[in-house]
């Protein structure tokens, strides 16, 4: 592992254990050069998987992409970040345990939809602004009412 202070390829792991929810592990090293310590987090990855794009582009799953979206969608919601890496984990999970090597864009969308909605309305409001692409003030309105009639049923 490269230290991120003086950038030497050799660094030694100090300390191992699991974070909290089991997701990752977290590894305490110390560089062999400079003798900074820093902290590492390694998650497990089943397979490697390709975003299908809705224009037929295709790259390869990024988590850091996935969070950074869902955190947008609920910022100053006052939602805890375990509950957010949470989420994204079980997106993965449903991703990488398909058996598909290849997933569309709008599977992760509907998946990142299902989750918010259990989660803040508002955010869940606010990304399906973006996934769904709303053109005027009228789609707010709509998809807003149905989000309120969802949850007075």
């Known amino acids: 592992m490269r230290c991120p202070f003086c950038a030497h390829d050799d660094s030694q792991v100090k300390d191992s254990r699991p974070t909290e929810d089991n ?5 305490r090293r110390q560089c062999s050069s400079c003798g900074a310590r820093f902290t590492t987090f390694e998650r497990v990855q089943l397979r490697e998987v390709t975003v299908v ?3 037929d582009r295709r790259e390869p799953f990024d988590r850091s992409k996935l969070e950074q979206s869902v955190i947008l969608a609920c910022r100053k919601r006052g939602i805890e970040q375990d509950r957010i890496d949470q989420l994204v984990s079980g997106i993965q999970r449903q991703i ?10 709008s599977r992760i969308g509907e998946l990142v939809m299902n989750g918010l909605q259990q989660i803040d309305s508002v955010a869940y409001i606010r990304f399906a ?3 769904r692409d709303f053109g005027e003030a009228r789609d707010f309105e709509e998809f ?8 007075d049923a």
Do not use: C, L, Q, W
């Open 96 to 105: 990488e345990t398909t058996g598909d090597s290849e997933v569309p864009s």
């Open 144 to 151: 807003a009412s149905n989000v309120r009639d969802i949850a």
């Open 23 to 27: 997701s990752s592990i977290r590894r």
């Open 129 to 131: 602004s973006v996934y």
């Open 53 to 55: 794009k809705s224009n």
